[in-house]
């Protein structure tokens, strides 16, 4: 089939080139505009108790309001409040309640602090607050308004909040993507320059993908729109660097098996042909890999990972097509001369010394070498049991200077740290509460890490309390989450008869989303790893090899969480990590880590093929595909750190994570590991199969007249072919 694919884009590579690009432009033109969301709420579902509740107080207490940005004052001196800076504080509040800004129902003067020097606006921006950009022209408007207010004042006044933190990530998002671009780009660029030594070479690829990016990019807007997903702006950049990643790691796939048989004497079209028909299969198994883990994440509770999921999917899917495709065709029409102009290396088999002393170490000490690749990926593993959650979104999605991240620091600092956003305590009934009871169960709620507890509030038909808890800790710590669920534990334990109680707020929120992660962990990992496995399973027609091949992904899985684990927790003294980062590690290190196995245990089995016993296979395989391995996992490595420097937590603990847990792949399992364990495996690792076995054959001379016509035939008989070659 890759066969009969490669003939025809190579026969035909103007129609091809004419075909993508039409497609591409048609549908980045009919493609909808999709708001982004980075509420927390938004990311669960209906059935959690903390978004119940929030749907109960939306009903019962319409009057009250979860503040949709807070205004900080404080004196330009920074001196304690006066009387008069007070009245002044009064004064802005009531101004900015008379101006038209979006979504505001009112400015309500809030607490001092606790040392007087800082005074609070609390602003209504009511309960529909899913428009996002909406948000941030509220959050906007108020940074004008509340400027130009206390002018000449001795007051300074910072927005925060909810839609200044939207505002913020807005920005943050645009300048991020930005520079992941830029050095996406760069690496990109710089690293196959090096490789192919030609300007044309290193271009290619970002024009190519490109392509492949407006076409991806409109067919995942479809797709959300149509299945009425949760977009977020993160994914955007998360985007850029898979589909660029993957798509260098594609083409170099291909370009290096098409040198190889240029080297060998092939025509440039018969050398193409020859490349997307041996490379084609580990190509496609590769990206079912990607695309299966990917889909895995439709399965999570986390709206933001399940609209992730089919974004990633759809790009990796288009670049697949791309590979076997829009690539072969564009570069069996240039001319090897100009391709690798002005390098002349393409025409000499290189020694590869290097790759070859690898394989002999392996060939010789194959048991050595598992152990000790085996054994640096279980001492990191180990590193990984000391992992601690962080829900800080918002400070994780933009730097600490935003004016935002400044107010909601502030905050924590100078005010009980819960008091900005406080845990709430609902009671509900069918009739009017009982008082007593309703008091009684309050006074059970100061468990550890409350610092107040408010007299309970009623609803206007007296059948709904709400008693108002402030945390001591920050609303998105750990001890804060710990808190709510010892309040949880208390108010189910003492609901008063007749009644049902729920435990609402923002730390009630992130509790239930660590409980939705929790449960990801077992659904989506088993889900993406048997997949996988079953794809593997298929390619290699082997039970064996799969076993031991997801495994040692597995291992650097846990390797890889381990290192991020050292690195920001024990050397950079972080309290956290983002909540999130575990899944995302899991799936691009299992399934794109799985690609440079793919490649090496399909070259490995090639020259098995052969007649080579498993050990001289295994030598062979990496000094051939060894090059391949190295160069594309560098490049994603790179890629993949760029976003490191977009200037957030979140991307700097994501790129570091997913850039060494690739370069684990590809330099520790696909390079030591995987070719050790399957040398000292044997013709077991294949069975029940004989995929490692030569392939019999009626006659050993095959006439070069006969060669379009054996290629036809299929792999078996093109393998005839080049063995009759050599």
């Known amino acids: ?44 579902p209906k059935s959690y108790e903390s978004i119940q509740a929030m749907e109960l107080q939306q009903s019962a207490f319409p009057q009250k309001f979860t503040p949709g940005a807070e205004i900080l004052y404080q004196r330009t001196d920074g001196q304690a409040l006066t009387t008069a800076d007070k009245a002044e504080i009064d004064s802005v509040n009531k101004a900015l309640s008379a101006k038209s800004v979006p979504l505001m129902q009112g400015v309500y003067t809030g607490p001092y602090s606790h040392d007087g020097k800082y005074g609070m606006g609390a602003v209504n921006l009511g309960t529909k607050t899913s428009d996002q950009q909406k948000m941030a022209d509220a959050a906007k408007a108020l940074r004008a308004d509340v400027t130009q207010l206390v ?58 993908i490109g392509v492949v ?52 004497g092939d025509d440039h079209k018969e050398a193409m042909t020859h490349a997307v028909g041996r490379v084609g299969e580990a190509i496609a198994s590769a990206a079912g890999t990607v695309i299966i883990a990917f889909l895995a994440l439709c399965l999570s509770s986390i709206s933001f990972l399940k609209q992730m999921g089919p974004a990633l999917a759809i790009s990796v899917g288009v670049t697949l097509v791309a590979g076997l495709t829009l690539v072969p065709a564009v570069f069996s ?8 102009w002005p390098s002349k290396k393409w025409q000499v088999e290189p020694k590869s010394t290097r790759f070859a002393a690898v394989g002999n170490t392996v060939k010789r000490r194959p048991a050595l070498v598992a152990v000790i690749s085996g054994v640096l990926m279980v001492a990191l593993a180990l590193v990984a049991t000391s992992y601690k959650a962080s829900f800080d979104f918002a400070s994780g999605s933009m730097p600490k200077t935003k004016e935002s991240m400044v107010v909601q620091d502030t905050i924590t600092k100078e005010y009980s740290a819960g008091a900005a956003t406080p845990t709430e305590v609902f009671v509900t009934g069918s009739s009017a509460l009982d008082h007593s009871a309703v008091d009684a169960l309050a006074q059970k709620l100061r468990v550890s890490g409350v610092a107040q507890v408010s007299p309970a509030r009623y609803s206007a038909n007296g059948d709904t309390a709400d008693i108002s808890v402030i945390l001591s800790n920050d609303p998105q710590s750990s001890a804060a989450l710990d808190s709510v669920a010892q ?70 899985f846990a390797a890889t969480l381990g290192s991020t684990v050292l690195v920001f927790q024990h050397m950079a003294h972080q309290s956290g990590l983002m909540f999130m980062l575990p899944v995302f590690i899991y799936l691009f ?23 080579r016993e498993p050990r001289e296979a295994a030598a062979q395989a990496l000094r051939h595909a060894g090059p391949t ?45 995987t070719p050790a364990l399957t040398a000292l495996v044997g013709h077991a690792a294949w069975w029940p199969g004989h995929a490692d076995r030569k392939k019999a054959t009626s006659s050993r001379v095959v006439a070069s007249s006969a060669v379009k016509r054996a290629e036809d035939d299929g792999d078996a008989v093109g393998e005839q072919v080049d063995s009759s070659r050599r």
């Open 487 to 556: 309040l949880r534990d208390v108010v189910h334990a003492n609901t008063p008869a007749g009644t049902k109680a729920m435990v609402g707020g923002m730390s009630a929120i992130y509790a239930d989303i660590q409980k939705a992660i929790n449960r990801d962990y077992t659904v989506v990992f088993p889900t993406a790893a048997v997949l996988i496995m079953l794809i593997l399973a298929l390619m290699l027609r082997s039970v064996v090899a799969p076993l031991y091949l997801m495994a040692s992904v597995g291992l650097g």
């Open 151 to 208: 002018k000449g004042t001795s007051l300074d006044a910072k927005v925060g909040g909810s839609a200044a933190q939207v505002l913020d990530q807005q920005d943050a998002s645009k300048t991020g993507q930005a520079i992941i671009s830029l050095g996406t780009f760069g690496i990109i660029i710089l690293a196959m320059a090096l490789i192919f030594r030609s300007p044309l070479m290193a271009i290619l690829p970002i024009v190519l």
């Open 629 to 673: 391995v190295a160069a594309a996992g560098a490049i994603l490595a790179g890629t993949f750190a760029s976003m490191m420097l977009a200037g957030n937590s979140l991307f700097a603990e994501m790129g570091f994570s997913i850039s060494i847990g690739i370069a684990i792949a590809a330099f520790v399992m696909a390079m030591f590991f």
């Open 589 to 611: 290190v299992v399934a794109i880590g799985t690609d440079y196995n793919i490649l090496m245990i399909s070259r490995l089995r090639e020259e098995a093929r052969e007649g």
């Open 1 to 44: 089939m890759f066969h009969r694919i490669g003939r025809t884009v190579v026969r035909h590579p103007f129609w091809t080139v004419i075909a993508w690009l039409v497609a591409a432009v048609a549908i980045a033109m009919t493609a909808p505009t999709l708001q982004s969301s980075s509420d927390e709420s938004s990311f669960l």
């Open 333 to 340: 029409w240039i001319p090897p001369r100009v391709l690798f």
């Open 213 to 264: 990016l407006t076409a991806a990019n409109g067919l995942i807007a479809d797709v959300t729109k149509a299945l009425n997903l949760q977009s977020n702006s993160s994914v955007t950049g998360i985007l850029i660097v898979v589909l660029f990643g993957v798509g260098t790691d594609y083409i170099l796939f291909l370009m290096f098996r098409y040198r190889e048989r240029l080297r060998a």
